[in-house]
């Protein structure tokens, strides 16, 4: 009878850390902590790039930062056949924090790096010659743990604000949905149980607004359920007043699995340079030659 308890527990909390795992989250227990300021170029990078980044108050961009570093020390981000700076990588990280931003002590368990190919690629991941449709894609098989992803798609997400797509932060919604063990549009591990069946009936509904040309959806999430997950979560976080007014059952639902209330959010392009006179952009009032440019400018002269 004690042999067939301690059984019991053990199968208890083995399940437990299971499911621990696959929610993705941390539980306290980070490996690898930022010990490190965050860099002055990775904060312009995300000022004059990330509006996301930009919509926040000066705690929340300091909790992005932290992100940021955080995914960018247990993710590799690779060059194939291009070179890539720390902007490349900046970019890269915002994108993956973008979609979780909404939950705390929270990281991708299911990826290790992200190779970054120069622009569109084939299912043979030439990136010459015809057939070249692919702009990013999430690894499976031997590829398990990476994702693949265009540089060029990279950078135009964050550059046009104004078309609902962005390749990078659609490829990590993929792998929030496939956390569960399935990349099929219906993310489990995010997605409480009561909302699963009006979220299924509203991607039903929804697909056949763009089979019918009845919708400003991409076309492209009419593919399937999976792709309408996240070609919709793309159009949430890029232009997400259009979404709630448009959509406004989608975007309810699109807000609880992502914990965000993204129509709130002054989103607005950074198009003032920082030179070394302005502003410092981390809301300090001084000037960013005074603050956190002080660095940057003494290592120049």
């Known amino acids: 009878m004690l042999a067939i308890l301690v059984f019991l527990v053990i199968l208890i909390c083995v399940v437990v850390f299971n499911r621990s795992k696959n929610k993705g989250t941390l539980n306290g227990s980070t490996k690898k902590v930022p010990k490190k300021d965050f860099p002055v170029t990775w904060r312009l990078v995300l000022e004059q790039n990330v509006i996301f980044y930009t919509a926040l108050i000066s705690s929340e961009k300091k909790e992005f930062e932290y992100k940021v570093q955080e995914f960018l020390l247990y993710c590799r981000i690779t060059g194939i056949r291009t070179s890539i700076d720390d902007a490349d990588k900046v970019l890269v990280a915002a994108s993956a924090v973008i979609p979780i931003f909404g939950f705390k002590n929270w990281r991708y368990t299911n990826i290790n790096e992200v190779l970054i190919y120069p622009n569109s690629f084939n299912r043979d991941f030439e990136t010459e010659g015809e057939d070249r449709r692919i702009l990013g894609m999430v690894g499976n098989g031997y590829l398990e743990g990476k994702m693949i992803l265009s540089k060029e798609a990279l950078w135009h997400g964050f550059k046009n604000e104004s078309d609902k797509k962005n390749t990078a932060i ?38 056949d607004e763009i089979y019918e040309g ?36 989608l975007y309810a639902l699109l ?39 002080f660095v940057h400018y003494n290592l120049k002269s």
Not at 179 to 206: C, R, T
Not at 216 to 238: Q, R
Not at 257 to 284: H, W, Y
């Open 214 to 249: 009845a919708s400003d959806i991409n076309p492209y999430g009419g593919t399937n359920k999976a792709e309408f997950f996240s070609v919709t979560s793309e159009y949430f976080f890029e232009r997400p007043k259009l979404l709630a007014k448009k959509h406004p059952e």
């Open 255 to 293: 807000e609880k699995i992502f914990n965000q209330e993204m129509d709130e959010k002054a989103l607005e392009k950074n198009t003032v340079s920082i030179g070394r006179n302005s502003k410092c952009p981390c809301n300090s009032g001084e000037k960013f030659k005074k603050c956190c440019g």
């Open 170 to 207: 659609h490829e990590f919604v993929h792998l929030l949905d496939k956390l569960d063990g399935a990349i099929d549009g219906i993310p489990s591990v995010l997605l409480e149980k009561q909302y699963a069946i009006p979220w299924l009936d509203l991607i039903n509904k929804k697909i």
